[in-house]
């Protein structure tokens, strides 16, 4: 392998890596503005200027290739010269914006000022103004005066998105960033530009001005919206998701995640329909009652049916620990008749992130053996069984049957028993009988397994009311270290609601069963154990960027 | 402190007593001729100098606005955690305002942290001392409590620009 020296370090590189690069591998960061590892060479920002031996001239590193036996220097007189000079250069018109940017915590720009900068400018005139406040497209506002022309965004949209969307235009010291005439910045993945630019000049519309960034927890996550399971962070405050950003993964979202899982998949977490607490129908209507009576009222009322006369529906909007738990309670009352839904939108996916299928767990859900295949009932065979009375009784975990056509809501409003689990209130809990408040992805911990077959683990970010930020071990902002329960940032809403596996153990002991879950993993490592794709797994292993399951035959359990 | 004396260390003049009762005598006597400075509170109130740490409130502009940016660096600096701060987009030039702005005035310490760091001048320790509130509700001020119009607190931002 091919060596150069970086500050004193001997390090390999393969051919045809550029000097930053290779210093990146190696675990030496040069400063940087407009290189960015997965988008080409701009090599505009200047910042990366470093000092090469037998060069007369100081040489950007993010476009000049690595060659055996070099020998840079990043942190050399002139080297630091002359990146505190292009820092006071980028600084001549950058606005003294910092309290008012949503930037500010976050800003590559502010960082490297600290970092690198001298304090002080020569510059005394008046600073270049320009727009602020211009609506980009439908999710992005851009403030002209703190753009910094390093074109990351506009080789985003290019190279990335795969739609040339954004341009420059003017010259000199008036340039600046536009869309071209009567087009609008909207492609699918817009919102990824307000993470690469280094500076606040694209901010995302969903957020803005909702928190400082150092305010919030972070907790590492998955996106709920399509089978691509994108990593994200969840960023809390008050116990309430502000925002999600993608976390990199290389094998499954490289640092991107789409606009449609950034703004629609946390929403319902905090929204007005949450279902808060157990439901029961009295006299027609649903009320709420103890979760002692709703188990104890699920649990006889179960047993009134033969075990023919029921049938279970599962869900792929929830975790591998769901499933497997509601394949465990039915098998234990005899039920063969499991099935889940599939949402697929047609047509709806790209070569980039987006995936037909709508949910973050079909994989997981076929695996964990919510689909009896040949044995039992699908969804349609149910349906149609309901009608003519063969089955009384559906238990209906976390999805929205009822709202999947008119004829389904029909049939529903047939059954004797209809109990589901639900995080928000819809036309099938309107239906039911029972009501448990099922805890939402960011409220758990757990697996989904992305169309990859890459088993991936989300954790909670948002207490419920049987939670305790710090006792359970979740992720805590500098409010919630040293918040008492007298302050009201500490009384944030916490909802009435468990994580599905748990209602189905504490109904199960109602029943006379014996499974014992404590936490989600145990549910976890009983399901290594009873499918071999899973095996010898467990939460550890997987980690923060998944596993790839050795997947030998998909559906049929 | 003067160090105390065993009665048997005494000099000859301290043990007659008379001399040092005198003494004494003289100082009261002294005193009773200074001015007055104990205040008849609250009948009379203490106006204190422009370097007290009062309370902290809130600029409010003479259109009626408020200055602050809601940029939380105060609520971040504030070593209590008195500060609570959301911010609301605005027409206005400055683009943010504080839709709430709330002190925990059981929380302040009255350090002045939070007027060092603002970057508008926007919050500024008065000096109002008067804090009484019946319960914890009560003591969490927010904006209508908190701002105060620029004209009543030239005092104290005439003494930042001269000594900040
Ligand atoms: S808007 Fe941001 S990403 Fe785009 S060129 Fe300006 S500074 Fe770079
Ligand atoms: S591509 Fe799919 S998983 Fe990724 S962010 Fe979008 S909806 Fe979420
Ligand atoms: S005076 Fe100190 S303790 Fe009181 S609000 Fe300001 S920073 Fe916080
Ligand atoms: S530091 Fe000043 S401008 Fe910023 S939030 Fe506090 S009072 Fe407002």
New interface residues.
């Given amino acids: 392998m091919p060596m150069l020296t970086v500050d004193g370090k001997q390090i390999e590189f393969k051919q045809g890596q550029t000097v930053i690069e290779a210093a990146r591998a190696a675990g030496i960061d040069i400063p940087h503005f407009c290189w960015h590892p997965s988008l080409s060479v701009s090599g505009n920002c200047r910042v990366c200027l470093v000092e090469i031996e037998k060069m007369p001239k100081l040489a950007i590193s993010c476009s000049t290739y690595a060659m055996d036996g070099m020998v840079v220097y990043t942190k050399s007189e002139k080297t630091l010269q002359a990146r505190s000079a292009v820092m006071e250069f980028i600084l001549i018109n950058h606005p003294l914006d910092c309290p008012i940017c949503d930037e500010a915590g976050e800003c590559k720009l502010q960082e490297y000022a600290y970092a690198h900068g001298s304090g002080e400018s020569h510059f005394e005139e008046i600073k270049v103004r320009k727009e602020k406040r211009v609506q980009l497209g439908p999710n992005i506002k851009f403030d002209g005066d703190r753009c910094i022309m390093c074109s990351r965004c506009i080789r985003f949209s290019d190279e990335i998105a795969k739609q040339n969307q954004l341009t420059f235009i003017k010259r000199g010291d008036k340039v600046t960033i536009t869309t071209f005439p009567g087009e609008s910045f909207d492609n699918p993945y817009t919102l990824n530009t307000t993470d690469i630019c280094p500076v606040g000049a694209l901010t995302n519309q969903d957020f803005r001005f909702k928190s400082r960034v150092w305010e919030m927890s972070k907790t590492n996550s998955v996106c709920v919206g399509c089978s691509r399971g994108c990593n994200t962070e969840v960023w809390v405050r008050n116990n309430q998701i502000l925002r999600l950003t993608p976390r990199q993964n290389n094998d499954v979202n490289s640092y991107w995640m789409c606009d449609n899982g950034r703004l629609n998949t946390f929403k319902n977490v905090n929204a007005e329909n949450r279902i808060n607490g157990t439901f029961i129908r009295k006299e027609g209507e649903l009320e709420k009652v103890s979760w002692e009576e709703a188990l104890k009222v699920a649990a006889k009322s179960l047993k009134d049916y033969k075990s023919g006369e029921i049938a279970f529906i599962g869900s792929a909007f929830t975790t591998c620990e769901d499933n497997f738990a509601l394949v465990k309670f039915a098998k234990s009352l005899g039920v063969v008749n499991i099935d889940f839904v599939n949402h697929t939108v047609q047509g709806d996916q790209d070569d980039i992130l987006i995936r037909e299928d709508k949910t973050p767990n079909t994989l997981g859900a076929e695996l964990s053996g919510v689909r009896s295949g040949s044995n039992g009932l699908s969804v349609e065979g149910m349906m149609k069984a309901i009608k003519e009375g063969k089955i009384k009784a559906l238990y209906v975990m976390e999805d929205d049957v009822a709202s999947l056509n008119e004829e389904y809501e029909k049939i529903l409003s047939k059954l004797e028993l209809l109990i589901v689990h639900s995080a928000n209130e819809n036309k099938t809990t309107t239906l039911a009988d029972i009501v448990f408040p099922a805890s939402t992805y960011a409220e758990k911990n757990g697996t989904f397994v992305n169309f990859q077959g890459r088993v991936q683990r989300i954790r909670p970010a948002v207490a419920t009311e049987e939670m305790d930020r710090a006792l359970d071990g979740m992720k805590m902002s500098r409010w919630d270290k040293f918040g008492t329960k007298f302050d009201r940032w500490m009384q944030g809403l916490k909802y009435d609601s468990k994580p599905s596996w748990k209602i189905f153990t504490m109904l199960s002991t109602y029943l006379g069963g014996k499974t014992k879950y404590e936490m989600a993993e145990d549910v976890f490592i009983d399901l290594t154990h009873s499918v071999d794709s899973f095996k010898g797994l467990d939460y550890d292993t997987i980690g923060e960027q998944g596993v790839l399951l050795k997947i030998k035959q998909t559906v049929t359990v | 402190m003067p160090v105390q004396k065993r009665k048997e260390d005494l000099n000859i003049l301290e043990k007659l007593y008379i001399p040092e009762i005198v003494k004494g005598m003289a100082l009261t006597l002294k005193n009773m001729f200074r001015p007055n400075v104990t205040m008849q509170y609250p009948e009379v109130r203490f106006e204190p100098p422009s370097s007290y740490r009062g309370r902290p409130v809130l600029v409010q502009e003479k259109n009626g606005t408020e200055r602050c940016?809601?940029?939380?660096?105060c609520?971040?600096v504030c070593p209590a955690?008195a500060i609570?701060v959301q911010?609301?987009?605005t027409e206005l030039e400055?683009?943010?305002y504080p839709q709430k702005f709330?002190i925990?005035m059981l929380r302040c310490i009255f350090c002045g942290f939070c007027e060092e760091v603002c970057?508008?001048e926007a919050i500024v320790m008065s000096k109002d001392y008067e804090l009484v509130f019946k319960n914890?509700k009560d003591a969490?001020f927010g904006k209508d409590k908190l701002l105060v119009q620029v004209d009543n607190l030239k005092d104290r931002l005439e003494f930042l620009r001269k000594f900040k």
């Fill in positions: 940016v809601a940029c939380g660096l609520s971040r955690l609570e911010a609301s987009e400055k683009e943010r709330e925990n970057p508008e914890r969490i």
